[in-house]
């Protein structure tokens, strides 16, 4: 904000490797990136609207990581997650700072303006836009179809949960997904919060915590103090998520030795009728789970991975 109410606009923007964890002597938050930010000076004053910038800064920032994307492809990635966050920035500014006001709002005026707590100006929330297609684009490999018929904290987990999956440990990194996808309290889904070694909880790991009926289900709430039953000031948003019911539904498949039938009909009893309309969603979802059984990374998830393959099985061949 501050650089483009000084009459700057950007043009483009990328990240140096600076400090990393070598040999484990890096402990702590370190910086493991500095940011290049190419400024010029803004010569025009051409008012700009927040009707027509929207749509501008969506293909922008779809550009932008589509462009990425296909330099991205093969055994060793160029960017990670921190660098295609940081060009849906890049992607939104060179846009915004064409403008010297928008919807007839100077820009010198909004960074000086006297807000209250936690209230945003026009400004931002078109950056904050920016990250949230950035997030949507960036879907993890092999959930393509089942992406859109996901609520925003259920994506957040299975981003968070692939992005482990390539080591990423920087809880700044986990910070960044959460504001991109609109999750406001990101602490009870974490199993570690360390600035470098920050992680998701698995399904056992959730065990029956963070647990409430789905709205609309058929199941009681009587059924729920064995699972833990929500607090008096509401369940956490994921807490009542198809995906958290799929997630304990493989870690009863895993309480159980295997045997797919405690989560499948666990799962029957919480959809009921709409089991069957979910069940391809289910089964797509657990395969997908079950492959991070496969990755170094995620060492973690190899007991409920290969419970989610044997409940996909279940699930897939499920007729009465």
């Not at 010569?43 to 922008?60: A, C, K, Q, R, T």
């Not at 969603?281 to 995620?298: H, K």
Request: contains cysteine; aromatic residues 8%; negative net charge.
């Amino acid at each position: 904000m501050i650089l483009w109410a000084a009459g700057l606009k950007a043009t483009a923007a990328w990240t140096i490797t600076t400090e990393t964890a070598i040999g484990g002597i890096k402990k702590g938050n370190y910086v493991s990136g500095t940011v290049c930010l190419c400024l010029r000076k803004r010569n025009s004053e051409e008012p700009g609207f927040l009707f027509d910038i929207y749509p501008m800064v969506e293909d922008e920032v779809r550009l932008q990581i589509a462009s990425m994307q296909a330099l991205d492809e093969g055994d060793e990635p160029n960017f990670n997650d921190a660098d295609y966050q940081l060009a849906a920035y890049a992607a939104a500014l060179k846009i915004l700072t064409q403008y010297s006001s928008l919807d007839g709002k100077n820009v010198a005026n909004e960074v000086f303006a006297v807000r209250s707590k936690n209230e945003k100006s026009d400004f931002e929330q078109v950056i904050e836009r920016a990250i949230t297609i950035a997030c949507d684009a960036l879907i993890p490999m092999g959930l393509n179809e089942s992406w859109r018929d996901l609520t925003l904290i259920e994506r957040y987990y299975l981003r968070a949960v692939d992005i482990e999956s390539r080591g990423e440990r920087r809880k700044g990194m986990y910070e960044e997904l959460a504001r991109g996808f609109g999750v406001a309290d990101i602490k009870p889904l974490l199993k570690s919060d360390k600035a470098n070694g920050t992680c998701v909880y698995t399904p056992s790991g959730f065990g029956t915590s963070l647990l409430a009926p789905i709205d609309g289900a058929v199941e009681s709430a009587a059924a729920l103090p064995r699972r833990g039953r929500a607090s008096a000031s509401g369940p956490h948003p994921f807490a009542a998520s198809p995906l958290r019911h799929l997630l304990f539904a493989i870690c009863e498949t895993a309480a159980a030795d295997n045997d797919p039938n405690q989560g499948r009909q666990y799962l029957r009893d919480t959809f009921g009728q709409t089991y069957w309309g979910r069940r391809e969603s289910m089964v797509r979802l657990l395969d997908w789970l079950a492959a991070l059984g496969n990755s170094e990374d995620t060492a973690d998830w190899a007991k409920d991975s290969e419970a989610a393959r044997i409940l996909a099985g279940r699930l897939r061949n499920d007729d009465a």
